[in-house]
């Protein structure tokens, strides 16, 4: 069983970067389809990104293309999610999912593994 633990969240003016990172432990993320979701207060847990097991197909929210990238590091078990032009509505607790499947989707059921997420904060 897979353990998923996130860093680099925090606090970030509008307009800011930041970059996450999903270190694993237990098993090896080569297997896995690996994907960033984000809770904000009082709102249901959404989709961010998917990564296909190489890496090669990826996935993401509407919301967020074009300034989130997601990547990874099998060699290191470790995956990313670069931020960038952040706005304050990116604000939540950022988590990081294993998919043991082989299909790169956003559906939060299909995820088998999650974190304990990370703080992201976006003032305005």
């Known amino acids: 069983q897979v353990q998923l633990v996130e860093s680099g969240g925090g606090l970030v003016q509008a307009g800011g970067s930041l970059r996450l990172s999903c270190a694993a432990s237990?098993?090896?993320?080569?297997?896995?389809?690996m994907g960033w979701f984000r809770q904000a207060p009082g709102q249901e847990r959404e989709f961010v990104a998917a990564a296909s097991w190489s890496g090669g197909r990826t996935l993401y929210a509407d919301s967020v293309k074009g300034r989130f990238t997601i990547s990874r590091d099998n060699a290191k078990n470790t995956v990313y999610l670069q931020m960038n032009s952040l706005k304050p509505e990116d604000t939540g607790v950022y988590y990081c999912?294993?998919?043991?499947?082989?299909?790169?989707?956003?559906?939060?059921?299909?995820?088998?593994?999650w974190g304990q997420g990370t703080q992201v904060t976006v003032s305005s």
């Open positions: 237990g098993g090896t993320i080569s297997r896995y389809v």
């Open positions: 999912a294993a998919d043991d499947s082989a299909v790169v989707l956003g559906t939060t059921s299909r995820y088998d593994y």
